[in-house]
């Protein structure tokens, strides 16, 4: 099976109770704080950090990652040549305790940190361009439903020049609460050529009302048809 970790962050240890939000939070109601939801996906492709998370799947199996981000120089996008800012993403996953996999994604960026490509380093070495970019809003509050879009990409099957779209995928941001902490989330969903969902995953980080990201995560994997996984270390 091959879990694909798609992840952004950054560190700093927040409290358990209330996510750095209003004093005396039951950790059943989200904070009234307005977040810095711009300076936290800042924080996400500018700082890099490390998280383990574990959890069981729908199939029973018990897996564990680790995500590693690190910015890097500038470089060419390969299917356009245009230079970029860059953000690597290094997951490995193992199941049941066994020899764990690895794969390797980078974001291209823009100076104000729209995504502008992506390149997934595996068995295959395969590319996703933007079409359309956006970013967050400078604040938002959680447990309201606040969210929006990142970018929308053309899938390609490889990171040569010209290529056609192979399917799409489409990025966005949340901010969510759980058990006392604020979270801000990165959703992905990848299609095919027909439209139909061939994976997708949301990564979660603390967040402080400034825009500090915390230790605390959560990754949610799911393949249709196939299986379903969540991990998280809180």
Not at 192 to 199: E, H, P, T, Y
Request: charged share 15%; hydrophobic share 40%.
């Amino acid at each position: 099976m091959r879990i694909r970790l798609i992840a952004l962050a950054s560190a700093a240890l927040l409290s358990a109770c209330g996510g750095g939000g209003d004093s005396g939070n039951s950790g059943f109601t989200p904070p009234t704080d307005d977040f810095a939801v711009l300076a936290g996906w800042q924080n996400l492709l500018g700082t890099g950090g490390r998280w383990t998370v574990s959890g069981r799947a729908s199939d029973g199996g018990n897996w564990e990652a680790t995500l590693q981000l690190t910015p890097q120089p500038a470089a060419a996008y390969p299917p356009t040549g245009a230079s970029h800012a860059r953000m690597q993403i290094v997951s490995t996953a193992a199941l049941n305790g066994g020899a764990p996999a690895t794969g390797t994604v980078e974001y291209f960026r823009d100076a104000d940190d729209r995504i502008q490509g992506i390149r997934n380093t595996g068995t295959v070495v395969v590319c996703a361009t933007a079409t359309t970019t956006a970013l967050p809003p400078a604040a938002a509050k959680a447990g309201v439903g606040a969210g929006g879009p990142l970018a929308t990409l053309n899938n390609h099957d490889s990171c040569a020049p010209g290529q056609p779209a192979a399917g799409t995928s489409t990025v966005s941001w949340s901010l969510e609460f759980e058990r006392g902490i604020v979270l801000l989330c990165i959703d992905s969903e990848s299609r095919n050529a027909a439209n139909q969902s061939i994976g997708s995953e949301k990564d979660c980080f603390e967040i402080q009302p400034s825009g500090q990201l915390g230790t605390r995560a959560r990754v949610t994997t799911v393949v249709p048809g196939v299986v379903s996984l969540t991990m998280k270390n809180f």
